[in-house]
């Protein structure tokens, strides 16, 4: 049995858009709301956290109903499509908003437009690759889909250190190239999706949904269960701890580092380089030694970079070691989880269980933005790896207690 590469990369350009836009999400509308609106940490938080409040729900709602839909297009296809196109509109909407310091109310209720418009695909999108895949072969495209997705990131990134330039006294940041390029991205790899992809086709090819429907029939054992929980617990904590870096890592080098203007992008670009290297020898990895041992392996590297980050006071040539191993870690993290979860729901309905990892990751960062922005603000920026390491070694002894989901072929 061996995985078909080429599919499997068409079936992530899906998730190739989604990670452009939320490398800029994450990275720029921080930016936005204190230099446009002038928001105070806490609160820029607390909007931050928006999208995470509304995934609890949208996540996994349209997943399960993507589970259940019939169409032409086939089951997720028809939310990839229309989700892309109305996240495409509102981002340029948000983008003429975000130069209107007077527009606070509008620039809110546009990005809650665009972020349900963005909520209503990213399930659908992501299960696309367990419908097409079998179970023994879901590590090793879960590498392609993730290698995929950093490709965006990493789009993003070089669009922001390219574009975002120091703007002259008295002017607003310019964002309109940043999310041409972002939005135009997003549109021709779903284009390129949608016309490479006949979803009902391979649903057929793939030859094994009825058995794996009627095996999801039983009630899952408590043992696996208990394992269930152990996991969707460790992904709650590691979320926490890496969405915290991610959401605050513009501002954080900025007033701790002293880099301007996009140069912060750089050390962002070196740990996703980073991933993208180590995303196919991790799922090879991971498919001949299991996956449990490799998101250990990642979640050690990652806790020893953020301690160490934790203790640098100025921006030095050595740190890109650091951001070299969290890429690492946060991948071996990434080509696993995801199936592990889907393994120990073998047979049940894929969307919905896509739903329920995603609740876990989506409600660390609700939290996380407003408890390490609150540290950020009233007690010093320096609480910001200190945070993630702790958090970090939480989900390493969590996930120590998890014992199913693993596939090992030696």
């Not at 049995?1 to 990275?27: E, H, P």
């Not at 284009?191 to 009627?214: M, T």
């Not at 140069?263 to 990895?285: D, E, H, Q």
Request: glycine content about 8%; overall charge positive.
């Amino acid at each position: 049995m061996k995985l078909n590469y080429k599919r499997t990369v068409l079936v992530g350009m899906a998730f190739l858009s989604i990670c452009a836009f939320w490398q800029f999400y994450d990275n720029e509308i921080p930016k936005i709301l204190k230099n446009t609106f002038g928001l105070g940490e806490t609160i820029t938080g607390a909007i931050m956290a928006l999208d995470n409040i509304l995934a609890l729900f949208l996540l996994p709602f349209f997943g399960s109903l993507s589970d259940k839909t019939k169409s032409g297009w086939g089951k997720r296809m028809p939310y990839i499509v229309g989700g892309t196109a109305a996240s495409v509109i509102f981002l340029m909407i948000l983008t003429w908003l975000a130069g209107q310091p007077t527009k606070l109310v509008p620039f809110i209720v546009v990005l809650l437009c665009l972020l349900i418009s963005m909520g209503t695909y990213r399930s659908p999108a992501v299960a696309l690759m367990p419908d097409v895949t079998p179970a023994p072969l879901r590590s090793k495209a879960n590498a392609v889909i993730n290698l995929m997705g950093t490709i965006g990131g990493v789009f993003t990134l070089g669009m922001i250190s390219l574009l975002i330039k120091e703007p002259e006294p008295g002017k607003l940041q310019n964002y309109f190239p940043l999310t041409g390029a972002v939005a135009a991205l997003m549109v021709i790899a779903v284009v390129i999706l949608f016309l490479s992809i006949n979803e009902n086709e391979l649903q057929v090819e793939k030859g094994i949904d009825e058995e794996e429907a009627r095996s999801g029939t039983a009630e899952m054992a408590p043992e696996v269960r208990k394992s269930m929980r152990f996991l969707l617990l460790s992904v709650f904590l590691w979320f926490t701890a890496y969405n915290a870096v991610t959401t605050a890592f513009s501002r954080y080098v900025g007033e701790v580092w002293g880099l301007r203007d996009g140069s912060y992008a750089n050390c962002l670009l070196i740990a996703n380089a980073a991933a993208i290297v180590s995303y196919l020898p991790i799922g090879w990895i991971s498919h001949k030694i299991g996956r449990k041992k490799v998101i250990l392996t990642g979640v050690t590297a990652m806790g020893i970079c953020f301690l160490a980050a934790g203790f640098v006071s100025s921006y030095a040539g050595w740190i890109n070691a650091l951001f070299v191993l969290i890429g690492f870690g946060w991948a071996a993290i990434n080509v696993n989880s995801y199936p592990m979860v889907v393994e120990m729901a073998s047979g049940s309905d894929i969307g919905k269980f896509t739903g329920t990892y995603y609740t876990f990751s989506m409600a660390a960062q609700v939290v996380t933005p407003i408890l390490s922005g609150f540290l950020l603000e009233y007690v010093s920026y320096r609480t910001l790896f200190p945070y993630a390491a702790f958090f970090t070694i939480l989900a390493f002894v969590t996930m120590l207690k998890v014992k199913h989901g693993d596939v090992i072929n030696g």
